[in-house]
């Protein structure tokens, strides 16, 4: 069984700061992780992926994410926020082999304040 | 870029009526899914499809939903008596054949309002 919990159900961060989206998980087997955006009235975007590769992985729009295996984390950073990355945020999880079924995390809201 | 697309964007229907939502997946993918997500709540998965049938179904795609490929091009999910607790947005998604290292593509979603 595979799970994901993100903690943090909204964060505020102000312009130019770094912003942290925590995502911790929890897998049976070697998982994909991901990262989806998703824009007020909109569907689902996927920002970066993790497949086994390389642990520190970069995606669209500046961020970045690292696994660690050790802290079954996949927690999601960029440097220095932007007004247009308000929006929701999922983790998402599945098995690395097989069906590609995610298992979302509840999502976190970013706020951006000028 | 190929994507992923959804009709109705926005479909309200009465309570106990049926509803259809369409989506075309891309073309060359071979996993087809649903998902919904509840106002406020994450998005939860419904079901996947593969070589013509079902695959793997959540316990809230009871007999009520029902997935059907028509026509080789064409993924739609029905609801056949709708319920208030239906209303929520539908994503489909779909996905590239087993072997090939990819995401889900999800289209923009089908908001279902039922009243």
């Known amino acids: 069984a595979q799970s994901v919990t993100q903690l943090g159900s909204h964060v505020s961060v102000s312009e130019g700061a770094l912003v942290l989206l925590r995502c911790n998980y929890s897998s049976s087997v070697p998982p994909y992780l991901f990262w989806y955006v998703q824009y007020p009235n909109q569907g689902l975007q996927l920002l970066l992926k993790?497949?086994?590769?390389?642990?520190l992985v970069k995606g669209i729009n500046g961020f970045e994410a690292e696994f660690k295996k050790s802290e079954t984390s996949f927690h999601l950073t960029k440097p220095s926020a932007h007004m247009s990355d308000a929006a929701e945020y999922f983790c998402a999880v599945s098995p690395l082999q097989g069906a590609q079924k995610l298992v979302f995390g509840q999502g976190t809201r970013l706020t951006i304040n000028p | 870029e190929p994507e992923v697309t959804q009709t109705p964007s926005h479909q309200v229907t009465q309570m106990g009526q049926e509803v259809i939502l369409r989506c075309v997946p891309i073309s060359n993918h071979l996993y087809f899914y649903w998902y919904r997500q509840i106002l406020g709540q994450k998005v939860e998965f419904l079901v996947s499809?593969?070589?013509?049938?079902?695959?793997?179904k959540s316990e809230i795609f009871d007999d009520q939903f029902s997935v059907e490929r028509p026509d080789g091009s064409n993924f739609t999910l029905k609801i056949r008596s709708t319920k208030l607790e239906d209303s929520a947005m539908y994503f489909c998604?779909?996905?590239?054949?087993?072997?090939?290292?990819?995401?889900?593509?999800f289209g923009q979603g089908t908001r279902l309002t039922v009243v």
């Open positions: 993790y497949t086994s590769a390389a642990t």
């Open positions: 499809f593969y070589n013509n049938e079902i695959s793997e």
């Open positions: 998604a779909s996905g590239a054949p087993e072997g090939v290292n990819t995401e889900a593509f």
